[in-house]
């Protein structure tokens, strides 16, 4: 199935996040999605409605938490593209 334009656009923004270390690349701690609260989406910056639903994600790296959230599509591209960049480091 061919990529849209705003898929392909989201995922090279979420590979140059994940490798500068904006966005991480561990599977969550922690995860639920609700309502949109109107925070900047961690992957396209775009605030998150109350009509769009949210997903929140926790990741814990020892004693501290980190929280991002992100749209339902944005979410699904971030996932891809750990799991891209996983693959990638097992198999170069």
Request: with cysteine.
């Amino acid at each position: 199935m061919p990529l849209t334009g705003l898929q392909e656009a989201l995922r090279r923004i979420a590979r140059k996040r994940i490798a500068a270390g904006q966005l991480p690349h561990e599977a969550p701690s922690r995860m639920w999605g609700g309502p949109g609260t109107d925070q900047p989406c961690a992957l396209c910056d775009m605030p998150i409605s109350s009509d769009e639903i949210e997903y929140e994600i926790e990741i814990a790296s020892g004693s501290a938490v980190r929280t991002f959230v992100f749209h339902m599509v944005c979410q699904s591209v971030w996932q891809l593209e750990c799991a891209r960049a996983d693959y990638l480091r097992k198999n170069p």
